[in-house]
């Protein structure tokens, strides 16, 4: 088995850190979440663009934008005042990849009662954290399941597969999923330096879990940050375990370094 230089790996990592500028992010979907400037508004508006970021980054972007604009673009005052019958015909005709108006819909019926019921997102994720949790799984479990549970309550005989609808948009660990897009929102809410919006100071960052794609997979298992193929939630969590050597208040930080690395090493094949 080869030897990992963890030394050397650490090194690189906060080398790419520190070279971080907030203009690089774009094309990002939380470029998009940055152009509200209300705490209430980045918080539904994240969540918003999280959910939809499968696919290439630009239409990730595209779709997003389109999203919030059927909002009003005023997300937080949209999902308060939703009413279904009467706001649901905002979505009519969206599209993105597997993802249709109707979901959107359903998406903010749950987001409303959440609001209604905890008074924001924060306080819903927070509630399913407890202070010996060493990381955010559970809390992001019970977060989508509560979220999954009201949209129940708006269509109560329909089931939701893992591809499909609200259920695809709000995945779960304990399906064993690598979360990557819920991952991505949470590291978002969560860590205050730029570009992150540190909206959730409950958590801390030393218990957020890497958003684990198939470009950050493939990096890790090149690095020996994990020897999982499947990029799933225990990839995501050994990834983590890995970079807490290097940062251990702050792992997810090396997010942007680990895409940055794949994308450099993939543009010199």
């Known amino acids: 088995m080869t030897r990992v230089d963890w030394t050397a790996i650490g090194n690189r990592l906060e080398a790419l850190y520190r070279s971080f500028d907030p203009s690089m992010i774009s094309p990002d979907p939380l470029e998009v979440v940055r152009r509200f400037e209300r705490p209430e508004d980045q918080e539904i508006a994240g969540l918003v663009a999280a959910s939809l970021a499968y696919g290439r980054a630009e239409t990730i972007t595209a779709a997003a934008g389109e999203a919030l604009r059927r909002m009003g673009d005023a997300p937080w005052d949209f999902v308060t005042g939703f009413d279904p019958g009467r706001d649901g015909g905002r979505f009519d005709g969206f599209v993105y990849r597997w993802t249709r108006g109707r979901d959107l819909s359903t998406l903010s019926s749950a987001m409303r009662t959440a609001l209604r019921r905890y008074g924001s997102l924060g306080a819903l994720f927070a509630a399913g954290h407890r202070p010996s949790d060493t990381h955010t799984g559970p809390a992001l479990a019970h977060f989508t399941e509560t979220l999954l549970g009201f949209a129940r309550e708006v269509h109560p005989g329909e089931r939701h597969g893992t591809k499909t609808g609200i259920r695809y948009l709000l995945p779960s660990p304990v399906s064993g999923s690598a979360c990557k897009r819920m991952n991505l929102y ?11 919006l540190g909206l959730w100071p409950r958590i801390l960052p030393a ?9 950050v997979a493939r990096i890790s298992r090149r690095l020996g940050l994990t020897s999982r193929k499947q990029a799933d939630w225990k990839m995501a969590e050994e990834v983590t375990r890995a970079l807490r050597r290097f940062d251990p208040e702050d792992p997810v930080k090396y997010d942007f370094a680990l895409c940055h690395w794949g994308m450099l090493e993939y543009r010199n094949r």
């Open 207 to 215: 218990r957020l879990v890497m958003p684990i794609d198939t470009h």
């Open 186 to 196: 949470i590291r978002w809410m969560v860590r205050r330096e730029v570009p992150d």
